[in-house]
């Protein structure tokens, strides 16, 4: 399939692609979130750019395409981009994005997804991804970007965990009426079943290997919460063991995890797997509301938040030890799940 122009999507972004943070600048409030549908009402916007973020990270599912025709695709990221507030925070503040599998194109896809070299293309264009990026000749969306100087380092990774994903498997398991339902999938340990493919395991272990003082790495999928059985890494048990391996060989200091994709909220930590605490904050959805099921979580701490929400990381350099605060905000910007941690505390033993 060829690529469409994208012309009328470009005369509503283009004005916008200007606000770019200063590299040399420490980033000291990070925002991110995801799980928006470009059919409902996106108040939240209005207090995301009221709180004046350093950088906003869209983590996945930032619209819901589902289609195969990539006009259909087209036409759904206009609607997101015609909206006055989300013009406003990418006048003023950087936006940085990777996807999930609705903004690829269809629920649940992986390397399979028919276009998915042609939506990739759209999603960078949307991102005002430069013509001669190396982004739009590699294969998937993943990239990484470095903020302030030495001792007040901070780098961004976005991972992909689509582009490449092998096929997930069902329990075949079916939903009763009445009852809970945890999820379709259980463990997938195919030889060779992979979440990023090999080049993108190449490239970040590369990214871990550079000098920073704070790592967040966004996942579109949960990384830690592994007792549900819809998607996340724990569908591929060797592949979620590999990124714990390639965080604890590497020494990666100050690494954080974020996450999306569930439509409910929840910070979580394990202590016992990369020799120091592991966090995965978890924000969704910006605009919709999550299901009550009581899910099972032995990483999380504290609550579970169900409505609609964004994440925050606040870090506060001039401290000693550097103080970092996770927090998950309401529609309103009301912190409604914090944690507080030191960097000092991000550190391999």
Not at 17 to 26: N, V
Not at 85 to 99: D, H, I, M
Request: glycine residues 6%.
């Amino acid at each position: 399939m060829f690529r469409i122009p994208i012309v009328s999507l470009l005369c509503v972004m283009t004005p916008l692609l200007a606000s770019a943070a200063d590299p040399q600048t420490p980033l000291q409030r990070i925002a991110f979130g995801s799980c928006c549908n470009q059919n409902k009402q996106m108040w939240i916007w209005e207090d995301i750019v009221d709180a004046q973020h350093d950088v906003f990270l869209m983590i996945g599912d930032n619209i819901y395409g589902d289609s195969d025709d990539l006009a259909v695709l087209k036409s759904k990221w206009d609607q997101l981009g015609a909206v006055p507030k989300f013009q406003e925070l990418r006048a003023n503040c950087p936006v940085l994005a990777t996807w999930d599998d609705h903004d690829y194109g269809k629920n649940d896809a992986g390397a399979e997804f028919a276009i998915k070299k042609e939506s990739q293309q759209l999603f960078l264009d949307v991102f005002g991804e430069p013509a001669d990026s190396p982004r739009r000749k590699q294969e998937g969306v993943y990239w990484s970007y470095l903020y302030g100087p030495e001792g007040k380092r901070t780098q961004i990774i976005l991972l992909d965990t689509r582009y490449h994903r092998s096929p997930l498997k069902s329990h075949g398991i079916p939903r009763e009426k009445g009852k809970p339902y945890y999820g379709p999938y259980t463990d997938n340990t195919d030889t060779g079943a992979t979440v990023l493919g090999e080049t993108q395991w190449a490239w970040l272990k590369t990214q871990l290997e550079q000098p920073a003082d704070l790592r967040i790495i966004a996942s579109s999928i949960q990384v830690l919460p592994n007792e549900h059985q819809w998607e996340k890494w724990g569908n591929f048990p060797a592949e979620r063991e590999r990124l714990f391996r390639l965080l604890r060989e590497t020494k990666a200091n100050g690494v954080l995890l974020i996450s999306g994709d569930r439509h409910h909220a929840e910070i979580s930590r394990n202590d016992a797997l990369i020799g120091y605490p592991l966090y995965d904050v978890t924000s969704s959805s910006l605009n919709q509301p999550g299901s009550p099921t009581d899910e099972r979580n032995a990483h999380r701490k504290g609550e579970i938040y169900r409505l609609m929400n964004f994440g925050v990381i606040e870090i506060d350099w001039d401290t000693q030890p550097v103080g970092i605060t996770l927090q998950i905000r309401d529609l309103y910007g009301k912190p409604v799940l914090s944690d507080h941690i030191t960097l000092s505390e991000l550190q391999p033993k």
